[in-house]
């Protein structure tokens, strides 16, 4: 009663302040609240910061239904009404715990969904060091519980010398004498590479701790892929065709291809690749979205090689402010190629998955393992070998245009790139 009486009394004086609105908010239960707001904001605005879906609301303007896209005027009265059955409130007091001052240096947060169907936040506030601990023992456990590496195996890290790689790269020095695993670390030699920061990083980072280090040159791509111009020639006129939006994954495909050359050259049984949460989470998305199948994660077999993600567990926010606990300085960016920006479709799914990571923390370790078991109950991963460059493909449930190549072998003889 005494409730109703105070909202009563706030709607009679809510329009006395011109700078200030009010917005009645109220559920299916009969909760009501005002959700506090500025005449000339956005409805849309509102709702946002207060985690309430759009799609789950009626809106109404002195009792007529507007659009969240409508600004707030002076002496109209703004009614929101959920349209859902959800305990919203529920919901949303995990988002909105009491924010602090100025603190050291990260808040790890993840959403727990119960076994007997409860919804809550865990989260701890960490200083410099208890984030490098953090991730390093990560890394550790995802080593030990998908066994990524045995004791005497060789480990390669496919080195860029940006903050994924190198922080890989940090962690694994650290932890290969306990697990018993060998490292080596590789660079493709990119077009830019060799004025590049990032791998003028990777040769100091090694030589600071001690791996051996190879610069796996340009030219292998032309033998491996049998081209009749060099990679970077190719990538650059592929940008100027209708195939351009595969430009990336067509540089990511040869990169990883040569790592595999060299691995099988040097009795290396393991590929660590840098890869972290989002961009798995990303690659989720894109397989569901458009119907491609994946593999494992964190540990997958392609031919004689294991490719291996120890950061599968790790935030790209998280691997930044790891790296800066170790150098004291933070990770400097080359400048993207220009197909590196492209296609627009893959930069949305990552968009997507940080904003996924936003409202579920900790989605990974739900998400990945359902993954997992969800591809065992179906089908086992079933490779052939492409007959130009001997990369093993993963068969799909639908016609290549050429099942005997990969898809870039494909896109090369299309544009006679082949030999």
């Not at 009626?58 to 009265?77: M, R, S």
């Not at 994924?164 to 990119?190: H, P, Q, R, V, Y």
């Not at 939006?245 to 595999?260: F, G, K, N, P």
Request: net charge negative; aromatic share 12%.
């Amino acid at each position: 009663m005494y409730r109703h009486l105070i909202l009563n009394f706030i709607m009679s004086i809510k329009f006395s302040n011109p700078n200030n609105a009010y917005v009645t908010f109220s559920d299916r239960v009969g909760t009501k609240k005002i959700l506090n707001a500025n005449v000339g904001e956005f409805i849309e605005d509102i709702l946002l910061r207060n985690y309430i879906p759009l799609n789950s609301v009626l809106i109404l303007a002195n009792n007529q239904p507007v659009a969240e896209n409508c600004e707030i005027i002076e002496g109209i009265d703004y009614h929101v009404k959920l349209i859902e059955g959800y305990d919203i409130n529920a919901i949303t007091k995990n988002y909105t715990e009491e924010k602090s001052q100025i603190v050291e240096a990260y808040y790890k947060k993840r959403l727990v969904i119960h076994s007997k169907g409860n919804v809550y936040v865990e989260s701890q506030q960490m200083n410099l060091q208890m984030l490098q601990e953090y991730v390093d023992r990560t890394i550790f456990e995802t080593f030990q519980e998908f066994k990524l590496a045995n004791n005497g195996s060789n480990v390669l890290i496919g080195l860029s010398g940006g903050v994924d790689s190198s922080s890989l790269l940090f962690a694994l020095s650290e932890m290969k004498k306990e697990i018993g695993f060998n490292l080596i670390a590789a660079t493709f030699e990119d077009f830019d590479t060799k004025k590049s920061p990032t791998f003028l990083n990777a040769q100091r980072i090694t030589q600071q701790l001690n791996v051996p280090y190879y610069l796996i040159p340009s030219s292998e791509i032309n033998k491996i892929f049998k081209t009749n111009k060099p990679l970077n020639e190719i990538l650059l006129e592929l940008m100027n065709t209708k195939h351009a939006h595969y430009v990336m994954y067509i540089d990511h495909h040869t990169t990883r291809r040569a790592l595999e050359v060299f691995a099988a050259r040097n009795n290396i049984t393991e590929i660590a690749l840098g890869l972290h949460t989002t961009d798995i989470v990303a690659g989720l998305i894109n397989s569901h979205l458009t119907g491609y199948y994946i593999s494992d994660i964190p540990k997958r077999k392609i031919g004689n090689i294991n490719y291996i993600y120890p950061l599968s567990y790790i935030t790209k926010k998280e691997l930044h402010l790891y790296y800066y606990a170790i150098t004291g300085k933070f990770a400097e960016h080359s400048s993207p190629n220009q197909w590196e920006l492209n296609p627009l479709d893959r930069n949305f799914y990552y968009y997507l998955a940080d904003q996924v990571q936003t409202y579920f923390p900790g989605i990974e370790l739900n998400l990945f393992e359902a993954h997992n078991l969800k591809i065992r109950k179906n089908r086992f991963p079933e490779f052939t070998i492409c007959e130009n460059c001997g990369s093993h493909i993963l068969q799909q449930n639908f016609e290549l245009v050429n099942p005997a190549l990969c898809d870039v072998c494909n896109i090369f003889e299309q544009y006679e790139y082949l030999k």
